[in-house]
């Protein structure tokens, strides 16, 4: 990074970059968010996880911004009181569950502050519970819960069902909805302005911050976008080739301390 580059906030993903694989934030994590504070730089997260899958982040780490759940289809405040919300169109939401259904991925549904899914026993659905800390809603089938649709994701531990059908959906809907990998096993359909790029633009218009003030951290494909909106990207050791390429720097992985020792190396100038 430019020695005199000027950054007044950071915002990171959540799985894989803040937290390690276990889904925990380490100590060393929580001191450098508390440093950047001390430094006069604000802080914020965006995920594919619904607001209330980030609830128990917002003490540890003195959450007091703007929180981007399902990669901006919805900007809440720490109550989770709604800023902004943009929902998929019901056409285009039963289209992707088709799709994915034909391409032989399992299929989930978020609509307003219910998760819905048609199998309890499907692959991941305990480890998605155990990770937001809440339980899904289990409906017979979709066709009737299409409004307010926040989200659709395709999951299948098939990594490369999953990429055939990112480039299907994208061909398929791609002047409608954003689709993007937030895991090799997910699959995320959401609005057109439900981006990680459309994140950085929103924070950087409701907090009043250059864009070019603004650096980014994220290890997968949706990361991206916000890279390349961002004045200065990082991308996690654990992210693939294709998005540290995208990056200003990489740095260590999520299970090394990474996110903390970006903080450090990067952002606030340290040795690690």
């Known amino acids: 990074m430019a020695e005199k580059q000027k950054i007044s906030l950071v915002l990171a993903d959540v799985d894989g970059t803040l937290l390690t694989e276990d889904k925990v934030i380490t100590r060393r994590a929580q001191q450098a968010v508390d440093a950047l504070r001390d430094a006069k730089i604000r802080f914020a997260i965006t995920s594919g996880r619904p607001p209330r ?57 978020y609509r307003g502050n219910d998760w819905l899914v048609t199998d309890l026993h499907a692959p991941h659905v305990d480890r998605e519970a155990w990770t937001v800390k809440f339980a899904p ?19 299948s531990d098939d990594h490369q069902k999953v990429e055939r059908c990112e480039t299907a959906a994208q061909a398929a809907f791609g002047s409608q909805t954003t689709a993007a990998r937030s895991q090799p096993y997910y699959l995320d359909i959401t609005n057109k302005k439900a981006n990680k790029g459309a994140v950085v633009e929103y924070l950087a218009r409701h907090m009043n911050v250059a864009v070019e003030e603004i650096a980014t951290i994220g290890d997968q494909p949706n990361d991206i976008l916000m890279f390349q909106r961002s004045g200065f990207s ?31 190396r990067y952002i606030l100038d340290k040795a690690s």
């Open 53 to 109: 899958g980030m609830v128990m982040l917002f003490d540890p780490l003195h959450i007091d911004t703007p929180v981007a759940g399902f990669n901006g289809g919805v900007f809440v405040e720490r109550d989770l009181s709604i800023l902004e919300e943009n929902t998929v169109p019901k056409d285009v939401a039963l289209a992707a569950i088709r799709l994915m259904r034909e391409q032989e991925l399992d299929v989930w549904v």
């Open 137 to 155: 809603k289990v409906v017979p089938a979709f066709e009737n819960d299409l409004e307010h649709v926040m989200k659709v994701v395709g999951i």
């Open 234 to 264: 990082i991308a996690m050791g654990n992210a693939s080739d294709k998005v540290k390429a995208r990056a200003s720097a990489v740095t260590d992985s999520c299970n090394d301390e990474g996110f903390a020792k970006a903080m450090e």
